[in-house]
């Protein structure tokens, strides 16, 4: 049995989803006030449903009770939830599942975390990294997948990229490559992990197939959807300044992904592609995805 942790955001659902159509037997924990649609469609794919909370490491005990191999996908990062921060989830919430799952007798931890820049830091990277330490401490097989920019996020209208409306904010000039990856895709790698050799206590890092510095991103997509983009630039001075005045560690966090972003994040996929297969999504697909829909 594979327990999923996150399973009603995008990345849970597509993991659920993957393990749903290999006939795989798998449990989500959900909490108490999650979106009964999300609930309803993960019964639907045959999950058997759970409710816990990180937060609460009786309810992890009993989630875990059975279960072989787990992927853990949850943080606080677009959580509206009261008491929900990187501190009671993603540090100290991970940190107990890591716990439960070793005292329970978990063969195989799957961890999502993302790529970083050494020298930028920020609360949710060392709160990563704390959990990738506790799970190298642990004996457990684990994986920690560390993705690039999720394109669905980061090319969006919620992070400024408004394709819809041809305006799109960058950060930085614009001219570092990052190595946009696909959400779909790194569900992809987490399901693999669960059984590759090569997912076997080691860090991943998963990004798309191509790297691309934003002022590309914009040129596909105005090729794609045959007009100019209004494009705003935010200089590396404004995202520190921002990073160094935050009033709260997910305020400070957002500030330092953002940092990182203006300075690039490359991933060299060829050595992984030999292990794990998996086709990847490029931009270009997506931007003719996404300007189909919004058409």
Known sequence: MILVIGST???GMQICRILSEKKKKFRALVRINSDQWKVDELRKMGAEIFVGDLKYL????EACKGITQLITTA???ISKQKNDGIETVDLKGQLNLVHAANETGVKKFVFISFTDNPDIDFPLKAAK???EAALKESGMNWTSLRASYFMESWLSANLGFDYGNANVRIYGNGERKISWVSFRDVAKFAVHALYSPA???AVIEVGGPHQLCPNAVVKIFEEVQGRTFNVEYVPKEVLQK???TAQDPLEQSYAGLMLQYAEGDRVDMRSILKEIKVDLISVKEYARQRSTISA
């Open 9 to 11: 955001g995008i990345l």
């Open 58 to 61: 009786s309810s992890l005990f």
């Open 75 to 77: 943080s606080s990062v």
């Open 129 to 131: 990294r704390r959990v």
């Open 199 to 201: 997912g076997d206590n």
């Open 242 to 244: 921002q990073k160094e």
